[in-house]
């Protein structure tokens, strides 16, 4: 398994997790109350600072125990990892027109913000499953 593939299989675990713990906690403090009146930004920015540490953190500590292709990229990587930043790339597209027509109707920041996240989260995960499949099964070849 190169890097590249390993960092992939992190990234949709991480984000996964956090964005469930995020959710989980979200929904937590409304306990009935409704949404928009959660003070959701400290938690989103800890969820967003932790995935981004996590994932770091966990990529060294995966590289550090097989570190046989630690750092070698070649070009069936670099054509993966476009391919799935390519496909990533739409639906985080799809998440900040959703924020922009929520920002023209005027929803409250809760809403925007929260798809904006779940834009990014989306984006990550669909990127890197993109990858861990072309990685098992091949490029398309269209």
Do not use: C, H
Not at 18 to 30: D, F
Not at 51 to 74: E, H, Q
Not at 94 to 120: P, S
Request: proline content about 3%; hydrophobic content about 55%.
């Amino acid at each position: 398994m190169s890097s590249e593939e390993r960092s992939a299989w992190v990234m949709v675990v991480v984000a996964t997790a956090v964005y469930a713990i995020y959710v989980a906690v979200v929904l937590s403090q409304a306990s009935g109350a409704p949404l928009t009146t959660v003070d959701y930004v400290p938690t989103m920015l800890w969820a967003i600072g932790g995935s981004i540490l996590a994932s770091i953190v966990l990529t060294i500590l995966w590289s550090f125990f097989t570190p046989r292709d630690t750092g070698k990229k070649d070009t069936r990587d670099r054509e993966i990892g476009r391919y799935g930043e390519y496909t990533g790339r739409w639906v985080l597209i799809a998440g900040a027109a959703g924020a922009l027509i929520l920002a023209m109707i005027r929803a409250d920041y809760f809403w925007i913000a929260n798809i904006l996240y779940l834009g990014f989260v989306l984006s990550a995960i669909l990127g890197s499953i993109v990858k861990i499949v072309a990685y098992r099964r091949g490029m398309p070849t269209w």
